[in-house]
Nanobody, 125 residues
Framework: QLQLVESGGGLVQPGGSLRLSCAAS????????IGWFRQAPGKEREGVSC????????SYADSVKGRFTISRDNAKNTVYLQMNSLKPEDTAVYYC??????????????????WGQGTQVTVSS
């Protein structure tokens, strides 16, 4: 059974950092592009970043460029999202998701086949 599990969320002060992890099981994550999404209360789920299967191509939403970095360790079947200079508006439930390819559709929720359950990130003083 294909499964994605997020971890690493928590409460952090503005300006702080967190690293989220997305662990894949039941399939080899290297065969899939992995995206990170977030959903704040009352808002739609939005694409944050995506990384390709094997050549390391990455994409970022404008709101997180220069602050967030996505990376993957295919040997560990894990994708990471390093989040620096966090702002209160980054507060949301963060989800990882898998799809076969990395292309210009990466921010679209319906483009993904598999989803994790999410991890809460709260940025507050």
């Amino acid at each position: 059974q294909l499964q994605l599990v997020e971890s690493g969320g928590g409460l952090v002060q503005p300006g702080g950092s967190l690293r989220l992890s997305c662990a894949a099981s039941g399939f080899t994550s290297g065969y899939y592009a992995i995206g990170w999404f977030r959903q704040a209360p009352g808002k739609e789920r939005e694409g944050v970043s995506c990384i390709s299967r094997s050549d390391g191509r990455t994409s970022y939403a404008d709101s997180v460029k220069g602050r967030f970095t996505i990376s993957r360790d295919n040997a560990k079947n894990t994708v990471y999202l390093q989040m620096n200079s966090l702002k209160p508006e980054d507060t949301a439930v963060y989800y990882c998701a898998a799809r076969r390819f990395h292309d210009s559709n990466w921010p679209m929720v319906r483009a993904y086949d598999y989803w994790g359950q999410g991890t809460q990130v709260t940025v507050s003083s």
